[in-house]
T-cell receptor
């Protein structure tokens, strides 16, 4: 299995809702990433997990809470989001992050999030 | 400061014409350079990385350290090449996150 999967594909939530995005990979990768992508813009890094530990938090607001329960799974918990948080949320994985050269990042198809 | 510049937001060429998507970078050291592509309704995927020196789907890219450039080239464009192309850089040291260019939308006209 050489794919990164993400669920759900689409999500519409109100500003008071709590929801979660899920990402899964079975390639044995030990680095996993969350990105936010606005239309026609490059991905913006949010979080990096390396060996299930949070390595990078790019000053992301606390209404976004990442979780890495195991080496194959990455979640992004959402709470009290704002309309400007509407975007495509991409998950990616790579063989490693801090312990060697930068391996290729494999991206999931993304979750299209709309905050109303 | 680390920076990747893609000067063209949009590039439109006719099918069969040569294509060159420009990428310039700023980095004090030896970075690793990548081209990623995002076709309509498809996931972002790696097209090329400079260390592999491959030709993928007819595209090539050469790292020019003197000009700090990593332009993407294809001699004969095909309609299926229409997509968003991002140049990205990875630095050295302990931080390997990707620094992304703004992207170039490539449209191949029939």
């Amino acid at each position: 299995d050489t794919e990164v999967t993400q669920t759900p594909k689409h999500l519409v939530m109100g500003m008071t809702n709590k929801k979660s995005l899920k990402c899964e990979q079975h390639m044995g990768h030990r680095a996993m990433y969350w990105y936010k992508q606005k239309a026609k813009k490059p991905p913006e890094l949010m979080f990096v997990y390396s060996y299930e530990k949070l390595s990078i938090n790019e000053s992301v607001p606390s209404r976004f809470s990442p979780e890495c329960p195991n080496s194959s799974l990455l979640n992004l918990h959402l709470h009290a989001l704002q309309p400007e948080d509407s975007a495509l949320y991409l998950c990616a994985s790579s063989q490693a992050f801090l312990r060697g050269p930068n391996y290729e990042q494999y991206f999931g198809p993304g979750t299209r999030l709309t905050v109303t | 400061a680390q920076r990747v510049t893609q000067p063209e937001k949009l590039l439109s060429v006719f099918k069969g014409a040569p294509v060159e998507l420009k990428c310039n970078y700023s980095y004090s050291g030896s970075p690793e350079l990548f081209w990623y592509v995002q076709y309509s309704r498809q996931r972002l995927q790696l097209l090329l990385r400079h260390i592999s020196r491959e030709s993928i789907k007819g595209f090539t890219a050469d790292l020019n350290k003197g000009e700090t450039s990593f332009h993407l080239k294809k001699p004969f464009a095909q309609e299926e090449d229409s997509a968003m192309y991002y140049c990205a850089l990875s630095g050295q040291g302990s931080n390997y996150q990707l620094i992304w260019g703004a992207g170039t939308k490539l449209i191949i006209k029939p």
